[in-house]
DNA sequence: GTCTATAGGGAGATAGAC
DNA sequence: GTCTATCTCCCTATAGAC
């Protein structure tokens, strides 16, 4: 891979960066192509040039959002080592994750915004990306219960549903003179690991007890 | 408030169902009024009989969908009881929006799709109702704090957040022929308030007292 | 209440100059 | 590579008949 881009490479990117941003303002059929090709210092006609049709650019669009998600949590998680415990990988797949849909903003809200309009086809080749991140997800799941470290009922496939929901939806909030990543994703990971209950407290138990069976 | 509704009554909601429908599929811009007309059985002229712009019409689906989630949370939280435990409620609510958002899937749908697209007057206006609705949250979390059930370090705006992104996604791959939402509701609220991991024994115990009670 | 007809405006894509 | 000019199509909203 070279380092050096060529003009049209540059471009080509330009339009794609452009892109991003009026889709996630203005949706599918919302996005002109002029508009498109004002925010990328271009004429509408400029772009036929990179991409034969305004779905083959939107297509591409909806493959480099998945894409940089995918490629910054498995970074991530290489980076962390295989031995790591269950409760490591986690935050920092949630870290990652967040890293990267917030630092990528403009595809990740473009995506969730135009998705449901997208003609049938474009959907479906990018729902091939999709099901291969939710792997890395069930994998990270599964190691941890093969390691003992997860409730032996606990639903891997409604967990990971639960996950990337509330992760995906932190795009719409967060906000950079906020909490920082590294907050959010630690509070994330910590309810999904061990809850927001406090179970540390035996007396609490015993009083439990105590109400349920006399009330019984 | 009488039961019988007038034949303009009817044909009002049933545009306005029309529109949900339409505008879950298509998108802001991407919905016509022809089409909206034709779901509805109607032609696009008379539309404006009922709502006199695309914008009114819009802003009435938006309304209309947070009030229903809202309208059904609390109603069951209410026959719950004030004196239900903090975990009882999470689940209860966790229950209804779960409910409410699978049953009025069009409008849930429809308002995630278009929110980002619609003029700023609009979408102004229903964030007041969205900000009535987190109240419901924001209470329901500090009332199990202040019984002492949750961590004391939680951080309860965070969990908000956390919580109503991983259920409001909920509505993006719920199948009926799948688990049911009483399922999915209760492994929610574990992993909320217990979270996915097995190193809590006390949440076990209380779960099972719980349980054995109950069933007694 | 619901219809038809239409005014007025803007979109995607292509052709061909430079 | 990038531009201008243009073809063809379809939208919102209104007016006025029934």
Redesign the interface.
Known sequence: MSKRLTKSELSQRRVLDAAARIF???????TTMRAIADAADMKAGSIYYYYKSKDELIAAMLDMGINMVMQTVTDSLEKLGEDASG?DRIECAVNAHLTAIIEHGDYT?AT???F??VPETIRQRNLLLRDRYAIVWKDI?EV?RGR?????E??IT??R??????????A??FNPKG?TIDE?AH??A?????????????A??LE??AT??S??
């Open positions: 996630r303002d203005n949706g599918y059929v919302g409760r809200l969730r915004r135009v449901g309009q799941l941890a003992g470290e997860l409730r032996p606990a639903d409604l967990a549903l639960f996950i990337l929901g509330a992760l995906n939806w932190t719409e909030w909490r959010v509070e994330f910590t309810i999904l690991c061990n809850g927001l209950f406090d179970e540390n407290l035996s609490r138990i439990t007890v349920h069976s009330s019984a």
